[in-house]
Nanobody, 122 residues
């Protein structure tokens, strides 16, 4: 059974940092691009960041560029999202996903985690 499991979410104050992890099991995703998306209450799911299978290429939403960093460890079948300088508008459920190629389009992703809540207090 293929699973993506996110962890690392929580409550943090404005300006704080969190590091999300997404561990995969059931198959290797070393040849898959990985991505992070988020969904705030009452809003559609939106793209956050994506990384190529090798880790050599990354792409970010403008809203997080310069504050968030996506990385991966293929030996651990895990992708990370380091989030710094957090703002209240970053509050959302964060989802990791895997796709055949990098994309900022959610339907392009074949596998999804269950999500982890990030709440940034003002």
């Amino acid at each position: 059974q293929v699973q993506l499991v996110e962890s690392g979410g929580g409550l943090v104050q404005t300006g704080g940092s969190l590091r999300l992890s997404c561990a995969a099991s059931g198959r290797t995703f070393s040849t898959y691009a990985r991505g992070w998306f988020r969904q705030a209450p009452g809003k559609e799911r939106e793209f956050v960041a994506t990384i190529s299978w090798s880790g050599g290429f990354t792409h970010y939403a403008d809203s997080v560029k310069g504050r968030f960093t996506i990385s991966r460890d293929n030996a651990k079948n895990t992708v990370y999202l380091q989030m710094n300088s957090l703002k209240p508008e970053d509050t959302a459920v964060y989802y990791c996903a895997a796709a055949g190629r990098m994309s900022d389009y959610a339907p392009a992703y074949d596998y999804w985690g269950q999500g982890t809540q990030v709440t940034v207090s003002s």
